[in-house]
């Protein structure tokens, strides 16, 4: 009897102490999760001391938990705030890099263009003296294009220049046959005769092929750089959609729910999430590196001989020298012009007593180094030359960072998920979506038509996302320019209408063919037959 007895009595002791033992278990402290929480600036006003049963729990396995409802919510804002400060910081570089190398050479041109034209004014007032003042707005207007071209202006470089041939014709031919009187037909007429005669020789032919050539290269490379910016920053305020977020979620914080706040998520799961988040960036790719390749060649262009400053800086000597030429020719040039165009009538006005001829007959003889033209801003042209120098080598500076930002887009989760700061090195002690252990599924490629079968992220891939889209046709558009730029070519898109109605087809042509890739082609017929986009 006592025997059996002191059996009921152990088996009796043994039942409660696996009681208390589960209780435990399932009863465990909240404290690290609390002080974790805590840290992130939310309140501990209703967070649980102890795991309670977690049915309510949305994003988080529904096991027993340290989260409330309204702490899954909060995590969920917080993981959004985490995962677009984790792009911004990714690509801070990188479009830190656009910005300022896009500031630092458009300073350069427009200061180059400045004191350029200082330095011809200057020159040609001491050289020229009253007759040049009269009629500087020749040479001003030519500067004014030149700054109108170069800031996005709708200028054909090469109509201007031969503008300027001819403006500067008519006003020379006027001076050095000043007994005569010529009407606006006969002036026009006298314009005509500009490259039949070439009465400032071979200097315009030579001259228009610099200038198309490098002011093309530089205006091209500068809006490059601002369009590089541009899509930078609108590609790195990612569009967080709720699956994104539900994703982000779970490998960040559902470890706080599960009373492991320092567990990291594993490599591979990672890399799953960032690729179904950044899906629609990595398709960026293709088209970025073929902007930063066609960005690099024209970069070659402003190291190459028809470089701006090889051609702005002697702008001055060269239509100087022009100048001389006509000079030179003016009777043969004149006698021509009069057999062609008629004899004009004697103005009644005699040549003055210090002829024209001897003002023009001041030879030009280039400036010694300090002699050269100092600008009002106290800049002389020779410290350009050494800002020159060193913008050669921004252009060298600027190369390489062209080339490391080359599949920045492609690699941006690799980027993020790097080992060591927000995920785990220990493949066995890392959260892998449910809790502590080894991830088993495979990282899937890049881009979003690959993300149908991603395990972490329920992407959309019928639905590309119409902002990267966008950049990518403004990519597309930029590299177009920027080699014809490399050739000596420009192009101008003057009606914007005609360009955004573009960009609606090739959208809506994307569309299409997503929609018909993510069927595996079962879309074809329908897709052909009811799906039209047309301008």
Not at 84 to 97: A, D, F, G, K, Q
Request: aromatic share 10%; hydrophobic share 35%.
């Amino acid at each position: 009897m006592y025997a059996m007895w002191r059996l009921q009595l152990a088996l009796c002791t043994v039942s409660v102490l696996l009681s208390l033992s589960s209780g435990e278990s399932k009863a465990r402290s909240c404290s690290e999760v609390r002080q974790a929480y805590n840290v992130k600036g939310f309140s501990l006003v209703n967070v649980p001391h102890q795991e309670i049963s977690g049915e309510h729990l949305r994003v988080c396995p529904q096991g027993f938990t340290c989260c409330t409802s309204e702490m899954e919510d909060k995590l969920n804002q917080q993981s959004k705030v985490e995962f677009e400060n984790l792009v911004e910081r990714s690509s801070h570089n990188m479009r830190t890099t656009f910005v300022a190398r896009h500031k630092k050479f458009d300073e350069f041109f427009l200061e180059l263009l400045d004191n350029s034209e200082k330095s011809l004014n200057s020159m040609f007032t001491k050289t020229y003296g009253k007759l040049y003042m009269q009629n500087s707005e020749v040479f001003q207007d030519l500067f004014t294009e030149l700054k109108r071209y170069y800031t996005g202006g709708n200028v054909n470089l090469e109509e201007m220049l031969n503008d300027f041939w001819s403006r500067l014709l008519e006003r020379m031919f006027q001076l050095l046959n000043s007994q005569y009187h010529f009407t606006d037909d006969y002036l026009e007429c006298v314009s005509k005769y500009t490259d039949q005669l070439k009465p400032f020789g071979d200097v315009p032919r030579k001259l228009k092929a610099q200038v198309t050539r490098a002011f093309i290269a530089a205006r091209t490379f500068v809006q490059g750089l601002m369009v590089g910016r541009e899509v930078a920053n609108r590609v790195a305020k990612v569009n967080v959609v709720p699956a994104c977020v539900r994703a982000l979620t779970k490998m960040l914080y559902c470890p706080y729910c599960r009373g492991m706040p320092g567990l990291k998520p594993c490599h591979n799961y990672c890399h799953n999430v960032m690729r179904g988040c950044l899906a629609n960036q990595a398709d960026l790719d293709a088209e970025w590196n073929l902007f930063i390749d066609a960005m690099l060649l024209v970069a070659d262009r402003l190291e190459g001989p028809f470089n701006i400053e090889a051609v702005i800086d002697p702008v001055d000597i060269k239509i100087s020298e022009a100048i001389m030429t006509m000079q030179d020719n003016s009777m043969q040039v004149s006698a021509k012009v009069f057999q062609g165009c008629g004899q004009p009538k004697p103005s009644g006005i005699g040549r003055s007593a210090r002829g024209i001829s001897d003002v023009f007959s001041t030879r030009f003889r280039p400036y010694a180094p300090e002699e050269r033209p100092t600008t009002a801003a106290g800049t002389s042209l020779e410290r350009l030359r050494v800002v020159w120098r060193t913008m050669q080598h921004s252009v060298i500076d600027i190369k390489g960072k062209l080339k490391e930002s080359k599949r920045f887009w492609s690699n941006l989760p690799d980027d993020i998920c790097a080992k060591g700061n927000l995920t785990e090195s220990d493949e066995e002690q890392c959260w892998n979506s449910h809790t502590k252990g080894r991830y088993f599924p495979e990282v899937v490629k890049e881009g979003l038509t690959n993300q149908l079968n991603n395990p972490e992220v329920d992407v959309d891939i019928t639905r590309p996302d119409t902002l990267i889209r966008q950049q990518i046709m403004a990519l597309r558009v930029m590299t177009n320019k920027l080699k014809n730029a490399y050739n000596g070519n420009d192009i101008y898109f003057q009606d914007s209408s005609k360009f955004s109605n573009l960009l609606g087809v090739w959208m809506c042509r994307e569309r299409v063919s997503t929609a018909i890739e993510s069927s595996g082609g079962v879309l074809y017929t329908t897709a052909s037959n009811s799906l039209h986009c047309t301008c």
